[in-house]
C-alpha cells in the first residue's frame, strides 16, 4: 500500500497565504474602521503579522484596500445573480424582489468599505475605475433582464434599456446608502422594497402578477404601498 506523504508548503505558498490572511484582516479592519482612521498596525496584528512585513505584500493601505475592494464587489455581483442560484423560472416581479433584497443584504454587510470606496473614488483612478466596472456591470446585467421580461411589441426602445437601467439601478443604490449608511430610520427596508419593485414594474410595464395570486389582491398590496 503507498503511503501518501503531504507536500511541504513552499515558499510561495507560504506568502500567499500570508497575503491572505492581511486581506482577510483589512475586511474586517475597513468593514468597521473608516478608510483614513484606519491604521496598518491593526491589520497586522489582526493577521498575526509582523508590522514589516504587511509591506513585504502591500506597499500601502491603499493597496489592500484594492484587493478587499475586488474581493467584495466580486462576491456582490455573484450573490446578487438571481437565476444562477434560483432558477430561470421566477416571474419578472419575483426576480426583481430577489435581486433588490439581496442587493440590500451585501450593501448592509459592507456599507462601511463601500462608503471609504465612495469616498476615495474621486481621487484615487483605481478606485474610481473599479466602482464604475461594477456599477456598469450591474446595468449590462439589468438591462439584458429588462430586454428578456419585456412582452411584444417592447415597452423600452433597446437604445433606452442601458439608460433606464442605470437609473432603475442607481434608486436601488441610492436607498441602500440611506438606509445602511447613513441609518435612515423612515421608511424602513421592507417598505423601501416593495415600493422599489413598484416603481420598477409600472416603469418596465410589467405583468405585476406573483403566482398563486389573483389581480385584486396583487393590486390590493401595491395600492397598500403607495398609500
Known sequence: MR???ARRPTRADR???TRQALVMAARQVFNTTAFHAAKIADISALAGVAHGSFYTHFPSKHEVFLAVLDEVLGESFVRTAIRRELGRDLTPVEEIEAANRRFFAFYAEHARI???ME????TV?????RRYQSFMAYTYRTAAAIKR???RPA???DRQLETLAYCLGS?????????FLFGAPSPNEEECLASLTSIWIRTLGLDERRDGRTDEEEGDRFRAVDE
Open 3 to 5: 503511503t501518501t506523504v
Open 15 to 17: 506568502s500567499n497565504q
Open 114 to 116: 463601500l462608503a471609504s
Open 119 to 122: 469616498e476615495l473614488a474621486p
Open 125 to 129: 483612478p483605481e478606485i474610481e475605475e
Open 149 to 151: 421580461w419585456q412582452q
Open 155 to 157: 415597452m423600452v426602445d
Open 171 to 179: 434608486a436601488v443604490e441610492r436607498l441602500a446608502q440611506l438606509l
